[in-house]
């Protein structure tokens, strides 16, 4: 008696929170007979747009009372200050998404013309259920709280649906869903951008050992489809002719398209390009005197006309890559509000002043030759080049050794071979010795 007490306390309690966050919204705004109102789980496929990768989900809710039908969308963003402000913005990690309304015509126009598959599920509610539900709605469409912090893990459009779901449903959803699953975040952002392999690789990149942990079942909802899956997995409190309904019924698919295929796999293609001319290269060492009477010499690169510009073009590629993700990474750590972008171990990898190498790469794609060296910068370009060797061979000792919580693996086996050896032929090759002030020549 005591524990069914105490469940009946906790159930009213909950309740009463429920109804206590809307409690401004009067009760004539409400439906007279909530017998007549439905809702629906709208649920949008993957696109090929970065923003679209995740897929959508929304709200229908059809009125028969004053025959409205009208969508809610969470997805909605303002870029009127310019794509570049909308982008620093989000870098920073400052993103306020809103709340929007529209009609499933509006709505179900755009998923056409983007050529995405749309699904709609009813969602068994008691009439209870459903007045909790739209007094959130009317609560949340207000515009002092359209506006949301959008966080694409926590707090986006499919958790919205899915926290007001289980406000609803008195925390049911959140009781059903709290078992670990086998993925972590990083597992499930990669699956996504598989269609645009160069997001997947970026991302996975600068994202840190913060998303390497197993996510939950309700975690594990912040993508539409895993919405969708878990809460078909769940019975309703609604019975017709005495049979319990599941919590998602009536299944339609209002559009349907090919989802966008999946690319070429983004590490190998990362790895070869850099592996595949190391080592051709490497084939083409010779050594050359550096004086009339042979006692000095370097090492320098057969058909120089060709090999130079070859390096030239793999060292434009890798330096413009590697100084672009080493500042986003860093950066990141010390100037945005994304914590899964603090501490990356891939910043050994990726320096910010590889940057600096598009000039001296510029060098060898248009002269065919090396940088000459002067006895007041030669110091510094040795120690640069073993300090980056050091760091790959450091990245490599702690990936091998899973010194790391951070998930490193692809690129330990397709990145870290090449990167190595290329920095190693462009401290060979890739700089001309300072002549020594005693040569005579």
């Given at each position: 008696?005591?524990?069914?007490?105490?469940?009946?306390?906790?159930?009213?309690l909950?309740?009463?929170?429920?109804?206590?966050?809307?409690?401004?919204?009067?009760?004539?705004?409400?439906?007279?007979?909530?017998?007549?109102?439905?809702?629906?789980?709208?649920?949008?496929?993957?696109?090929?747009?970065?923003?679209?990768?995740?897929?959508?989900?929304a709200?229908?809710?059809?009125?028969?009372?004053?025959?409205?039908?009208?969508v809610?969308?969470?997805?909605?963003?303002?870029?009127?200050?310019g794509?570049?402000?909308?982008?620093?913005?989000?870098?920073?990690?400052?993103?306020?998404?809103?709340?929007?309304?529209?009609?499933?015509?509006?709505?179900?126009?755009?998923?056409?013309?983007?050529?995405?598959?749309?699904?709609?599920?009813?969602?068994?509610?008691?009439?209870?259920?459903?007045?909790?539900?739209?007094?959130?709605?009317?609560?949340?469409?207000?515009?002092?709280?359209?506006?949301?912090?959008?966080?694409?893990?926590?707090?986006?459009?499919?958790?919205?649906v899915?926290?007001?779901?289980?406000?609803?449903?008195?925390?049911?959803?959140?009781?059903?869903?709290?078992?670990?699953?086998?993925?972590?975040?990083?597992?499930?952002?990669?699956?996504?951008?598989?269609?645009?392999?160069?997001?997947?690789?970026?991302?996975?990149?600068?994202?840190?050992?913060?998303?390497?942990?197993?996510?939950?079942?309700?975690?594990?909802?912040?993508?539409?489809?895993?919405?969708?899956?878990?809460?078909?997995?769940?019975?309703?409190?609604?019975?017709?002719?005495?049979?319990?309904?599941?919590?998602?019924?009536?299944?339609?698919?209002?559009?349907?398209?090919?989802?966008?295929?999946?690319?070429?796999?983004?590490?190998?293609?990362?790895?070869?390009?850099?592996?595949?001319?190391?080592?051709?290269?490497?084939?083409?060492?010779?050594?050359?005197?550096?004086?009339y009477?042979a006692?000095?010499?370097?090492?320098?690169?057969?058909?120089?006309g060709?090999?130079?510009?070859?390096?030239?073009?793999?060292?434009?590629?890798?330096?413009l890559?590697?100084?672009?993700?080493?500042?986003l990474?860093?950066?990141?750590?010390?100037?945005?509000?994304?914590?899964?972008?603090?501490?990356?171990?891939?910043?050994?990898?990726?320096?910010?002043?590889?940057?600096?190498?598009?000039?001296?790469?510029?060098?060898?794609?248009?002269?065919?030759?090396?940088?000459?060296?002067?006895?007041?910068?030669?110091?510094?370009?040795?120690?640069?080049?073993?300090?980056?060797?050091?760091?790959?061979?450091?990245?490599?000792?702690?990936a091998?050794?899973?010194?790391?919580?951070?998930?490193?693996?692809?690129f330990l086996?397709?990145?870290?071979?090449?990167?190595?050896?290329?920095i190693?032929?462009?401290w060979?090759?890739?700089?001309?010795?300072?002549?020594?002030?005693?040569?005579?020549?």
């Amino acid at each position: 008696m005591l524990i069914l007490s105490l469940l009946l306390l906790c159930v009213g309690l909950t309740r009463s929170f429920a109804l206590e966050a809307v409690e401004g919204v009067p009760d004539s705004a409400l439906p007279a007979d909530f017998s007549r109102v439905h809702f629906y789980l709208i649920t949008v496929d993957v696109s090929d747009n970065v923003w679209d990768n995740f897929g959508h989900t929304a709200l229908r809710v059809v009125n028969e009372t004053d025959n409205t039908d009208t969508v809610y969308n969470w997805g909605l963003f303002d870029t009127s200050g310019g794509i570049v402000q909308f982008s620093f913005n989000f870098f920073r990690g400052i993103m306020n998404y809103q709340l929007g309304t529209g009609s499933p015509g509006g709505e179900f126009g755009l998923y056409r013309q983007q050529q995405r598959t749309v699904w709609q599920d009813t969602i068994n509610l008691s009439n209870r259920e459903k007045e909790i539900l739209y007094r959130r709605l009317l609560w949340n469409i207000r515009p002092e709280n359209i506006v949301y912090p959008y966080q694409y893990f926590f707090d986006n459009c499919t958790t919205r649906v899915r926290d007001y779901l289980d406000e609803a449903l008195m925390g049911k959803i959140h009781a059903a869903t709290e078992a670990v699953t086998d993925n972590t975040f990083r597992d499930l952002v990669k699956v996504h951008y598989r269609s645009t392999p160069l997001i997947e690789f970026s991302l996975d990149l600068m994202m840190s050992a913060n998303i390497d942990r197993p996510v939950s079942q309700w975690e594990e909802m912040f993508l539409p489809l895993s919405l969708r899956a878990r809460l078909m997995g769940l019975m309703s409190d609604v019975a017709i002719a005495g049979e319990r309904q599941p919590l998602l019924s009536d299944p339609t698919v209002i559009m349907e398209f090919s989802r966008p295929p999946e690319r070429s796999n983004p590490y190998y293609l990362a790895g070869t390009f850099l592996l595949a001319p190391a080592l051709f290269l490497l084939l083409l060492l010779r050594k050359v005197s550096m004086s009339y009477f042979a006692t000095h010499s370097r090492i320098t690169l057969k058909a120089p006309g060709f090999s130079f510009r070859l390096l030239g073009v793999v060292g434009l590629v890798t330096s413009l890559f590697s100084g672009i993700y080493g500042c986003l990474m860093l950066g990141g750590w010390f100037f945005s509000g994304h914590v899964d972008l603090y501490s990356n171990v891939n910043l050994l990898l990726c320096w910010p002043t590889d940057l600096l190498g598009i000039l001296v790469a510029g060098r060898w794609l248009l002269l065919a030759s090396p940088w000459p060296l002067t006895h007041n910068s030669a110091p510094f370009i040795n120690y640069y080049m073993l300090a980056r060797l050091f760091s790959v061979v450091a990245y490599a000792v702690i990936a091998g050794f899973q010194l790391t919580a951070q998930s490193v693996f692809p690129f330990l086996v397709t990145v870290t071979p090449g990167l190595f050896l290329l920095i190693l032929l462009i401290w060979i090759v890739g700089f001309e010795p300072a002549k020594s002030k005693n040569l005579l020549l």
